[in-house]
């Protein structure tokens, strides 16, 4: 599945991050995310974005085609990705260590360092998550503010005609 440089697009067609969102119907954390190469795009959302920015198709906008078995490039590997690279290379350090008592402590360093990470991931799991349900009760209020906004309007349409109705019978 290609991936698609989706901020440019946006940036070149002078929209924000959250317009877009709104357009596509998702959250702005979860565009943001795939802007950064951390989640694919939906497949029915190619279309959706083609249609929004009146373009045939996303093909200018594929990022690093490469071919497989090629080394992903850094703006390409997850977190894990690069946890992994770390940790191997970290492990091979440990094996070309003369002392044996070296080599248990790189271990224990590397499985210590694996805690850290796992934490890490969790809490920017919980995080992602917070600012998903943040990003939800904006757009909730949004709406809201949005419904009030017509409402407003509405009841100053209904004034105007009042007084004008008022104005006509004074006469």
């Known amino acids: 599945m290609p991936r698609y440089d989706i901020s440019r697009l946006r940036k070149e067609k002078g929209m924000s991050q959250s317009e877009l969102a709104n357009l596509l119907?998702?959250?702005q954390s979860f565009l943001s995310a795939i802007e950064n190469g951390k989640s694919p795009l939906p497949v029915e959302k190619e279309e959706k974005l083609c249609e929004i920015f009146s373009i045939p198709d996303l093909n200018a906008y594929i990022v690093g085609k490469r071919s497989e078995g090629q080394d992903k490039g850094l703006t390409e590997m997850t977190d894990s990705d690069l946890f992994n690279q770390l940790l191997s290379r970290f492990h091979k350090q440990a094996h070309s260590e003369e002392s044996e008592h070296h080599h248990?402590?790189?271990h224990q360093r590397i499985?210590?360092?694996e805690e850290?990470?796992?934490r890490l991931f969790n809490r920017n799991d919980a995080l992602m998550q917070r600012n998903d349900?943040?990003?939800d009760v904006n757009d909730r209020l949004r709406n809201e503010i949005d419904s009030y906004r017509l409402e407003i309007?509405?009841?100053r349409d209904e004034n105007y005609s009042l007084r004008k109705q008022l104005l006509k019978e004074d006469k």
């Open 153 to 155: 309007e509405k009841l």
């Open 111 to 113: 499985e210590e360092l």
């Open 116 to 118: 850290k990470v796992e």
């Open 133 to 135: 349900f943040l990003s």
């Open 25 to 27: 119907q998702m959250t």
């Open 104 to 106: 248990r402590d790189h």
